[in-house]
């Protein structure tokens, strides 16, 4: 009994309690039902009274458990890139044999509805953000918040734990394959005819499919490269015109090369990152925090 | 069952939910609602039923329309601005408006804040019209039903969760309300009516005159008139007389008290010798003045006046139930020097009027001396005319009512007796009066409960000798008793149509209305205090109702734990429960993500050496997949399961 009453102390402390519209109505169907009752002694008004105020009473303690038992962690959530929305994983765990109800996750003007969440048990909740800009982030004043079970009050429990993320740069600029196809004899023999596909104007004259022109359409012949060269470089003085358009062109590239299990390397004004030796992580965490 | 059923379709949506929770409320408004606006209500819901868009502005405005015209029709010639101040005429108004506003708002089908508040309107304004034990079940009913309804929508989930949790809150909820209930203060003062007029309610039963002709067929009924709690048992009902009023005067076909213009000496200092007992009572709403004592009061009670004739009287009609404690002196006869218009008044009589009693009356005076010698000759004269008891007597002869009743139709009830008694006492020279009132019937008692009803309402004669009034039951002079008398004046007849055991348990019944009556309906500032008194000088009640306090808490301990149980999606879950909660405690705890039978083997793996374990959980983790997974639930299975954790604690 003492240990139920001090774990309670300890939720209460854990939760603020806030006031509704509805908690005014309670105070005026109080107030109302008094003086229906002071009217003429009518029992039956102070029985509803008596009830009405003992819901309002114990719908604080309710709402104080439901809510209490439940603990929020940021989990792993994956990359960010920044201008681009990504999705913060918060993990709510309901450490009580019984379920907490009307529960909703609450962000930075977003809001996320987990409604019931069963008894020892968790659910993940995705919390859409985009960062502003690149670099090391953090995502704070995350709260769960639920008016079970009159909405007589809006009971909040700020989730203490801080996400600490990285956003990368914006993914922006020339694709892969216009690298590529700019700096093609670098890097490979054009051998067998691959197939056809939509003239964008970055591809030489003499791979245009005339006979495709005949039939009006603009298509150019692509090969496959005989030999691909060992690494791929990307060099970040070349890469664009300022430091953010050039970070957000090598990202891109990075994240190209990933896709197709290129390897490649990244020449920085200082460093030189390889996919041979830093993960793809490593190197987009040192570009976002160039 | 601690176990889910497979998900029944019991998610409501909102507006069902608020059309359940209007339903509730307005079921006991419907009784007081006038055939317009039944009307009004049958068309809306209609409407709700065969439209189910959202209704234009067209519509809503007909249906406006409609109601206004049904407000007005119901309440056409009860009405005006000064019957604004007849309270429940202004009630009746704002349920009628109420209900128009929600309609429209309803058909809008859009729900609002003033849709949401509505019922709990509808339930405060129905508290006004009703004050029963009917009522009081259904309004706890009703409050228990919103606080399912509002859970439910708070929950977004199906009805039987929702119930689980209205459950849970209500239990919670039940000690405060009752500790409330008995401690709250209550006022002591008149109450307020915020400037409100007082509604007018007619009862039967008995009132100052008592008439001999047809009026006097009219038979009583069966409502309580009032309730009375002695401290101990119930005294016998040859004590059980309550006073009301006093008449004097022989008006040939009823009878008259002393007219309020003849100023008597008032305030005399009665003897009372006898039983002293206290009581305390309810009286119901009578529409009069009369504060109904037991013979013989020993004080004024409440702000009554207790006049020369021990008549207690209130200054203003009686138009809510009151509650009084009383003290009287349980005795037949009491000492009184009464002044000589009384004594003219009692000795009152037209020999012309009743010559053949006259005669009658005559003989006995000059036969007999004292007073006494005569009264008993009186009450031998009355037996040997053969009377008869009945609640149906012919009509009397109007102009000679004494005579029509001795000599010719021998046929009356308590009016008739104590009229021609009291008429031929007179005669005899013994001023007689004749005191109206209540007798009550010890049939209707149960303990210390006794239920005084209308057809209580009797009358009885008192004779003035050596300078005391002597009470006389002169209904007892009947030598016939009608046994089909309809509806019984007192102890004299019973029903023959009940049975026995019936009457006893609508005794039964009765003492236990009486007691949520009185404790729960009617308890006031009094007997909040009279609760208090008894507590300090009894510490037994303490104890008991400290004990009774703590049982209810246990019991809605036990309600809310047994409510609270997790739910399970499978019976066989529910079954391993215990099994899993003792490996919990073992500090074997289940990893995130891990199946009943990853965890059972990990278990297994780390338990190599205990081979009794090892087959056992091997076979728990055998039935649980055979039941679950491949669907083979069979009675012998699930036993099967159970022995084996009961078992698996034993090893």
Known sequence: MLKSLRTFIQIHKRIKQHATVFSIVIVVMLFGLFLEAYMHDFNLVYITLFFVFSFAFSAGPLGVLNLGHLKATFVPSGRFFAGQEGNILVEVTNISTTPSWSVTLHAKGSSIELAQLKGESRATLSLPFTPTKRGIFQYAECYLESKYPLSTARLTLAIEDIYRGIAYPEPNGKSLETFLNETETHYGEEKEFDGLRVYDGSQKLSHIHWASVAKGELLVKTFTKEMQTADLVFDFYKAGSDDEARLSQLCLWVLACEKKHLPFSVKLPKVQLGSHKESIDEILTTLATY | ?651
């Open chain 2, 1 to 651: 069952m601690r176990f889910s059923l497979p998900s029944l379709p019991t998610k409501l949506d909102d507006l069902v939910l608020l059309d359940l929770a209007y339903i509730v409320v307005l079921l006991p408004l419907i009784l007081m609602l006038k055939v317009p606006m039944i009307l009004f209500s049958i068309i809306v819901l209609s409407l709700l039923y065969f439209k189910r868009t959202p209704a234009g502005n067209g519509l809503i405005l007909f249906v406006f329309i409609l109601g206004v015209l049904s407000v007005y029709l119901s309440m056409y010639g009860a009405f005006s601005f000064r019957g604004l101040s007849r309270l429940k005429l202004f009630l009746e108004l704002l349920v009628y408006v109420l209900l128009v506003v929600v309609a429209m708002q309803r058909l809008t089908r859009k729900i609002n804040f003033y849709l949401l508040i509505s019922p709990f309107l509808f339930l405060a304004l129905s508290l006004f019209f009703y004050h029963s034990i009917v009522m009081l079940t259904y309004v706890i009913f009703e409050v228990f039903f919103l606080l399912w309804m509002i859970l439910t929508h708070r929950m977004q989930s199906d009805l039987v969760e929702s119930f689980r949790s209205a459950m849970v809150m209500f239990m919670y909820s039940l000690p405060w309300v009752v500790v409330l209930f008995i401690f709250f203060p209550r006022i002591s003062f008149e109450h307020a009516n915020y400037g409100f007029k007082g509604e007018t309610v007619q009862r039967m039963g008995h009132d100052g005159t008592m008439y001999l002709d047809n009026k006097a067929l009219l038979v009583p009924s069966n409502r309580i008139v009032m309730e009375v709690g002695f401290e101990k048992q119930v005294p016998p009902s040859h004590y059980l007389y309550f006073r009301g009023s006093i008449l004097y005067i022989d008006k040939k076909d009823h009878w008259e008290p002393i007219p309020p213009f003849v100023k008597r000496k008032n305030h005399v200092s009665y003897k009372k010798d006898g039983i002293k007992i206290a009581y305390k009572v309810t009286l119901y709403p009578t529409q009069k003045r009369w504060i109904y004592l037991l013979d013989i009061p020993q004080s004024p009670v409440k702000e009554s006046v207790l006049d020369r004739d021990l008549i207690s009287t209130v200054k203003h009609f009686i138009k809510e139930p009151i509650h009084y404690t009383a003290r009287s002196t349980l005795n037949s006869k009491f000492y009184d020097k009464v002044d000589r218009y009384t004594l003219k008044v009692s000795s009152r009589f037209d020999p012309k009027q009743n010559p053949k009693t006259y005669e009658e009356a005559l003989k006995i005076k000059n036969l007999y001396v004292s007073k006494k010698e005569r009264a008993k000759a009186i009450v031998t004269f009355f037996h040997t005319k053969s009377l008869t008891y009945t609640l149906k007597p012919e009509p009397l002869d109007i102009n000679h009512t004494t005579d029509s009743f001795l000599f010719d139709k021998k046929r009356g009830y308590c009016v008739h007796f104590a009229s021609s008694f009291t008429t031929m006492a007179r005669m005899a020279g013994i001023p007689a009066r004749i005191v109206t009132g209540y007798k009550g019937d010890s049939s209707n008692a149960l303990n210390n409960y006794l239920a005084v009803k209308e057809k209580d309402a009797h009358a009885w004669v008192e004779l003035y000798m050596n300078e005391h009034w002597v009470r006389y039951e002169t209904t007892s002079t009947a030598s016939h008793i009608e046994i089909n008398t309809v509806g019984s004046e007192n102890e004299q007849t019973n029903s023959p149509t009940q049975s026995p055991l019936a009457k006893k348990i609508n005794l039964y019944l009765m003492y236990a209305k009486y007691q949520v009556e009185t404790w729960i309906l009617y308890y006031s500032n009094i007997r909040q205090k009279q609760l208090l008194q008894y507590a300090k000088n009894n510490p037994r009640f303490i104890f008991i109702f400290v004990i009774s306090l703590i049982a209810l808490l246990i019991i809605t301990f036990l309600i809310i734990t047994y409510l609270k149980r997790p739910r399970y999606s499978s019976e066989a879950l529910s079954i391993l429960q215990p099994l899993l909660r003792s490996l919990k405690k073992k500090g074997f705890v289940r990893k995130k993500d891990e199946s009943l039978h990853q965890y059972f083997m990990r278990y297994i793996e780390d338990n190599q050496e205990k081979k009794d374990l090892r087959i056992h959980i091997k076979e728990i983790d055998k039935i649980y997949e055979l039941i679950v997974y491949r669907n083979l639930y069979t009675k012998e299975l699930v036993q099967r399961l159970k022995k084996l954790i009961k078992e698996f604690h034993k090893i």
